[in-house]
């Protein structure tokens, strides 16, 4: 579980314009429909191993896109940031997903939006899911 970085960043509301993690999942084990709790632990593990967790939970806010002083309205350096950051991880996250259930994804906008839209989908127990664990679990 390898990842590149221009800066290692300790805590995510520290970060600058040029430290952003690029956290790589390729050696995270690819989500199908049956293996959501797996997943979710690994994805969960590796970015809070680098301090990215937040992202996931929405406990890291999302800056404001630009500031105002006086008149002048400029680019929040904190938001590109974020944004940078956010899509690395989404990125990230779309490499870990079976293709076959990749469009459940496709109006998410930030990573926040992909965890929530995969928990609210698979972890939710349904009698089919509970009749297959069982299955699995006397095997």
Do not use: C
């Not at 293996?35 to 929405?58: E, F, I, K, R, T």
């Not at 940078?84 to 079976?98: E, H, M, P, T, V």
């Amino acid at each position: 579980m390898a990842a590149t970085n221009t800066t290692v960043v300790t805590d995510a509301a520290d970060a600058t314009v040029n430290s952003v993690l690029n956290v790589s999942m390729t050696n995270v084990t690819k989500l199908t429909p049956t293996n959501y709790l797996m997943w979710s632990l690994q994805v969960h593990a590796l970015l809070d191993g680098y301090g990215l967790a937040g992202y996931l939970d929405g406990s890291v806010n999302t800056p404001a896109a630009t500031l105002t002083t006086g008149d002048v309205v400029t680019v929040n350096p904190a938001f590109t940031v974020w944004k940078r950051q956010d899509k690395l991880i989404y990125s990230g996250f779309i490499g870990a997903i079976n293709i076959a259930i990749q469009s459940l994804i496709s109006r998410a906008t930030t990573s926040n939006e992909i965890w929530q839209t995969l928990a609210s989908t698979y972890a939710k127990p349904s009698r089919g899911h509970i009749k297959q664990l069982k299955t699995h679990l006397k095997q």
